[in-house]
């Protein structure tokens, strides 16, 4: 039987729509069949309304058949932990990795100050990985990645091996960086939320997997979001073509964890990890 997939996607502003000036508060994107539609709408929406960034007087909810579009299969990253003690701890930590996968010392500088100043973001700002430069032109709105998603089986053996960072917080952001992972395009990705009673962030990339940290910002402050640091010379169109909609499902069998990795990776009953995912 043919398949027929949804892209379900969410966005929510306080003081009105993004397009008219309001700030960006919350949002979302899943795949799904028609069957699923009632519940990810609700999901989604019940994001909007439960946010510590704010109380949002604009919601939108789109979904969108995707007309014979071919879905693209990928693992999510491999996962592991940084311990850090502090914030400063940990953006050296996060130089430092973006560093050895080949990013210069300003393109890292640059998307630090980025993160920094952000604090109305809604999708992520695209660098160079050598001159720090902005390729994606789109200012707050940035490039919002969607059309990724679980595969149902999948999340419920990833969240039975990783029983202590199973949430929907995790779920949705390693669709995220495991899509971006995917691209030839992306170098790395550096993220921590704009939460503010969030402070765990990570770099992402496809040698290193998912690396969380666990100190990115303090508590209490707003700013946040994900720059994507992309090769040098890279059709930005296609990149960015590929991020906003090419279907793509994450797929888990646990052996993938005996393949990727061993040392580091938390997994399969494996404790001692912080409680902020
Ligand atoms: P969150 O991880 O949901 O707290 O999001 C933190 C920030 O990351 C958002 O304010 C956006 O700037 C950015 N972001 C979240 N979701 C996406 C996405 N699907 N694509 C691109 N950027 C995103």
Redo the contacts with the bound molecule.
Sequence with gaps: MLNEFYSVRMRAAEGGAHEQGGR?I????RLGQKGDLHELAAELLAKSLNHSRGDCDFIQVVIEKLHGQEMKTISPLPVSTEHVRNVAEGREKAAFLLSTLGISDEAIKRGLNLLKR?TR????MIIDSQTGQRLDERELK?????RMDWEAKGWEKWSASYRTLSSS?IR??LA?ASKVASSPYTLAEL?????PD?VTGYVASPSIGYRRITHLKEIGDSC???IFFAERGCNISAYIAY?EKTPVWLQYEPTNLISEGGQGYEGLGRSGVTANP
């Design positions: 960006h919350s949002g979302g994107e952000s973001q809604r999708g992520a940035g490039v919002r990645v969607s917080r949705e952001a995220l993220c921590w939320s704009d939460d969030y946040g979001g994900r991020l």
